[in-house]
């Protein structure tokens, strides 16, 4: 399956560079020097995933993630020069699955990218027979998410989640009265390569309570440990 990528970098040899590794790897390319020209692209095309600098003429990137977030939960990881950390706990909270500081390392980028591609694909890949459907979908208190498809509905209606959000949400409900660790959750969606810390799943978590609404309470959090779902609350 060769997926697109969208590559949005108003520095030509960065996004020369990318774009060439992606090549490499049989990705087929599409490329932005900035954010208008990053939302028509997106538009126009079917995109798998997104490389998404912060800082881009005409409309920067976290304006590009907000209003992609309206339409699409396409996975997105954001480029910045930018260090602190709040900055990227507010790409996080705008919808970024992933979140890379330059200087980086082009093989680094691609091996986040082929991580979130391939998880996508083994969620969404069907199954092959029947007797595996009671798996692909996580039912408890009206809460219902569907595997293949990465939807969620609460009480029948139809709530959007980002990537890394249904990703978070289904790896608690699978875990169900377990307590799981920040950092366990950590390694399961961003791998033992991530480099930040505590308030980047804390700041997810927030997203989820707030999309679930009346049923935010079946996430519980244990204090200087992490988060445990409890679906018959």
Sequence with gaps: MNNTILVV???DILR?????Y?????YKVLEAADGKE????FQEHEVHLIILDI???ELDGWSVCRRIRKTSNVPIIMLTARVDEDDTLLGFELGADDYVTKPYSPPVLLARTKRLLDSRYRQEKKPDTAKNNETDTLSTNGICMHLPSRTLTVDNEKIYLTYTEFQILAYLMQNKGIVITREQIITKIWGYEYEGD???VNTHIRNLRSKLGDK????TTIVRTGYKFDGDL
């Design 216 to 219: 935010s309470k079946v996430i």
């Design 38 to 41: 990053a939302l028509h692209l």
């Design 16 to 20: 020369e560079i990318i774009k060439d």
């Design 55 to 57: 800082m881009l003429p």
């Design 22 to 26: 992606l090549l490499s790897e049989n």
């Design 9 to 11: 970098e108003d520095e």
């Design 198 to 200: 505590d308030r980047t």
